[in-house]
């Protein structure tokens, strides 16, 4: 497996937690790599989007664009309050036809399959977030693909 990075912004607070992301990534031609799974905190792209990136000087690649989209949505759930453990979560979110992986950073991402009922998914990370057992971002929101 193979990594490139990309340089986050943070908002005012500080949020995302880090300056920048490694992302795990195929080659696909000459400076392009696909996702293999979609990003903690990196906003706008999923899994099986294609990105191009260079190198630096230090030959590190680093993600400039996104050349084409996998038609894949995302989401990342972060479990509040010590309500809900994030392999519940990961539970939770597979019996409605998603992959879900915990991360190291605390939080869950949650990729639907493309046969998944998006309503359904989005309906449960709402009420999840009403019930106040965990708050959530949409990477790429379905609604506007």
């Not at 031609?29 to 630096?56: E, H, I, N, Q, T």
């Not at 509040?80 to 036809?97: A, D, H, P």
């Not at 991402?109 to 057992?133: C, H, K, M, T, Y």
Request: net charge negative.
């Amino acid at each position: 497996m193979q990594v490139i990075h990309v340089a986050l912004e943070q908002d005012s607070t500080g949020y995302p937690p880090y300056e920048y992301e490694e992302l795990f990534v195929d080659p696909v031609g000459p400076g392009l790599w696909k996702l293999r799974v979609s990003p903690a905190f990196l906003m706008g792209v999923a899994r099986g989007d294609v990105l191009r990136a260079d190198k630096d000087a230090n030959g590190v690649d680093w993600a400039t664009q996104v050349v084409s989209t996998g038609g894949n949505w995302c989401s990342r759930v972060i479990p509040l309050g010590g309500r809900i453990t994030l392999g519940s979560v990961v539970e939770e979110f597979e019996k409605l036809g998603c992959e879900a992986r915990e991360t190291g950073l605390g939080l869950v991402i949650v990729e639907p399959q493309p046969d998944a009922g998006v309503n359904q998914i989005l309906d449960r990370l709402q009420s999840g977030r009403v019930e106040g057992i965990w708050d959530f971002d949409l990477g790429v929101d379905p609604r506007a693909m």
